[in-house]
């Protein structure tokens, strides 16, 4: 019987079944948010991460944002520069550590923007995360074993109920 079988598989008069191609799954992304306060009257924040140069907007909060897509690595590069009057001024150049979450926000207040004749400097704020902040609050997970315990103590309930006696 295998014979048989092993013999219409090598047979070369029945057409050739076509090879499958699987969709490969999507490549995982990160996404940076980098956010700067204060910067002056009449200039332009412009960003590089991932290889990629984007002009930070306001979106009418005071606070210019602008985010980035690459792929999911444990650090990156980001420069920062203000462009005022055609002048490029670098404000910060450095490598941030990225989370393992899908999303990270940098946050950036500029200093020395007023002073006579110092430079201005992007600082980094408090508020922003780094590698080793991990995002344990994520309601998802917490609704998830919420609904599981609900169910068991559903489960315990009924068993309770239904082996009392009347």
């Known amino acids: 019987m295998l014979w048989i079988a092993f013999a219409l598989a090598l047979d070369p008069t029945l057409p050739a079944a076509e090879p499958q191609v699987l969709n490969a799954p999507p490549a995982a992304t990160h996404t940076l948010t980098v956010s700067v306060k204060s910067p002056p009257g009449g200039t332009v924040v412009e960003a590089t991460a991932f290889g990629v140069t984007r002009e930070l907007k ?14 999911p ?3 990156t590069r980001l420069q920062l520069m ?11 150049d ?3 550590p990225l989370s393992d979450a899908d999303n990270d926000v940098v946050n950036f207040v500029i200093a020395n923007a007023n002073a006579n ?3 201005p400097t992007a600082l980094r704020t408090a508020t922003s995360p780094s590698a080793a902040v991990r995002l344990w609050t994520e309601p998802v997970t917490f609704t998830r074993y919420g609904w599981a315990a609900l169910l068991a103590l559903y489960a315990a309930l009924a068993l309770f109920a239904s082996t009392r006696k009347a």
């Open 94 to 96: 450095g490598m941030v």
């Open 73 to 75: 690595t444990r650090f």
């Open 58 to 71: 306001d979106p009418g909060v005071g606070v210019h944002s602008a985010s980035f897509v690459g792929a």
């Open 82 to 92: 203000l462009q005022q009057g055609g002048a490029h001024t670098p404000l910060y």
């Open 117 to 119: 004749n110092g430079r």
